[in-house]
């Protein structure tokens, strides 16, 4: 049980991985698809892990893999803060600030 547990963190990694990826071209469409199937994967995770708990070395593994999916988030987040930040302008109604 142990194992498929670390092969549904490994699946978000992977997913988290395509979504910068996609993040880093400026495909948002993907990133947004990408995060429902992570959405998934975490749902199946948790319904998976239930009451199990990793041994010593598989938690070790475990919390590399976390590691390296928030290094992901953070770098996601960074890249999308300028387009929030003109939707949310777009949402108010207030003009782009754009350079011809």
């Known amino acids: ?5 670390l092969q549904y963190y490994e699946a978000i990694e992977t997913a988290s991985h395509e979504m910068l990826e ?3 071209i400026g495909d948002w469409d993907r990133v947004v698809k990408l995060e429902g199937a992570c959405a ?3 749902s199946q995770l948790k319904h998976a892990a239930g009451d199990h708990s990793l041994g010593t070395e598989e938690a070790q593994l475990k919390s ?4 390296r ?3 992901n988030d953070a ?3 960074h890249l999308a803060e300028p387009w929030l930040e ?14 011809h």
């Open 64 to 67: 590399r893999i976390m590691q």
């Open 40 to 42: 998934v994967l975490i």
């Open 69 to 71: 999916i928030l290094l």
């Open 22 to 24: 996609a993040a880093r």
């Open 86 to 99: 003109d939707l949310d302008q777009m949402l108010s109604g207030q003009p782009r600030n754009i350079l």
């Open 1 to 5: 049980m142990n194992n498929a547990l």
């Open 75 to 77: 770098e996601i987040r």
